[in-house]
């Protein structure tokens, strides 16, 4: 059962940067399409940013776009999220998850963006700003 690990999450100020890793247990982010997910107090499980297994395509949360950004070094089997300009809704935790896909060129394209999409998750790191 691949395990992944979530780390870099903390206490900023409004306006700060962090960033987040995600490691598995096994190499196998180079298999799948992963994402960012996240859950404040209260509110449902919503989608950060995903990218596809190829890396080529991306998406991200209206309220993130121009600052986070996704990435995936599968040589290092690891994913980041930078985030930068965080404000105090981005209050949460932030959760990586996993989905296996074929590599096709079809699939290897794809993200997703649900939570029911994914079956492996980490186990979720607390990101706090304040104001």
């Known amino acids: 059962q691949v395990q992944l690990v979530e780390s870099g999450g903390g206490l900023v100020q409004a306006g700060g940067s962090l960033r987040l890793s995600c490691s598995a247990s096994a190499r196998t982010f180079s298999n799948s399409a992963v994402a960012w997910f996240r859950q404040a107090p209260g509110k449902e499980r919503t989608i950060v940013a995903s990218i596809s297994r190829s890396g080529n395509s991306t998406y991200y949360f209206d309220s993130v776009k121009g600052r986070f950004t996704i990435s995936r070094d599968n040589a290092k089997n690891m994913v980041h999220l930078q985030m930068n300009n965080l404000q105090p809704e981005d209050t949460a935790v932030y959760y990586c998850?996993?989905?296996?896909?074929?590599?096709?060129?079809?699939?290897?394209?794809?993200?997703?963006?649900?939570?029911?999409?994914?079956?492996?998750w980490g186990q979720g790191t607390q990101v706090t700003v304040s104001s």
């Open positions: 998850a996993i989905v296996r896909v074929p590599g096709t060129a079809h699939w290897s394209e794809i993200f997703y963006s649900l939570p029911s999409d994914f079956n492996v």
